[in-house]
């Protein structure tokens, strides 16, 4: 386990859009904007079961999640580690994260449906930052 | 080859920062932030011989290149496709992009040194776009 250093917390604190990569069954890297928090050290991401970075990680749990601040886009962290899937909790989640991102309380899908959400957490190995 | 549908070539034309993920030798996702433009309908990113991402793509060409809108952040265009390296142009590339993306006419590195740079020409063989 690797610590998240201090300074750049905040942005995963704040409501900052994060990229989220995993890998294809293929091996090849795929990508995803997110919303992002975290719970201590962990890096959380909410998604849908069965959506395509879930697969991934149930697969090959190896990923690598970035944020570059809206506001400072030359500064950045980006988290390397190990993503474990968990159920509990995730729709306080989604709903806390919509919350956060765009001031509404209950997340509802673009369907309308309420999707089967999960939660990615992320679990740091390497972190590299850089501060401008 | 695969085309990028014609509305989002305006974010790859415009200086929005883009996410590119490689494989790093393990296996595992590597991802940086990055200026992009695009050459027709590839997908040019501007980096340092020798950098991780370069070394990244000499072993494992296989890569994605996201962009989401810094004004429009639930669009974006996912471009994953193979990475050939290119020596030729690379220092009118990067400093073109720092026109774009600094207003600069020139790019000077952070160390005020000249670093030898290359490119990244990004063939694209899948594209995922949401327009929102």
Not at 70 to 83: F, I
Not at 87 to 99: K, N, P, S, V, Y
């Amino acid at each position: 386990m690797v610590a998240i250093p201090e300074e750049v917390l905040r942005w995963l604190d704040a409501p900052e859009f994060a990229v989220i990569a995993t890998i294809l069954p293929s091996g090849r890297p795929h990508q995803a904007v997110v919303w992002v928090t975290r719970d201590g050290n962990d890096v959380l991401v909410s998604t849908v079961k069965g959506r395509r970075k879930h697969l991934n990680v149930e697969a090959d749990p190896r990923c690598s999640v970035i944020v570059y601040p809206k506001d400072s886009p030359y500064s950045y962290v980006e988290v390397r580690g190990t993503a474990e899937v968990e159920d509990e909790g995730a729709r306080e989640l989604i709903d806390r994260l919509c919350q956060e991102y765009t001031g509404n309380d209950r997340y509802t899908a673009d369907d309308g449906t309420d999707n089967v959400r999960i939660i990615l957490r992320i679990h740091p190995e390497k972190v590299v930052t850089l501060i401008r």
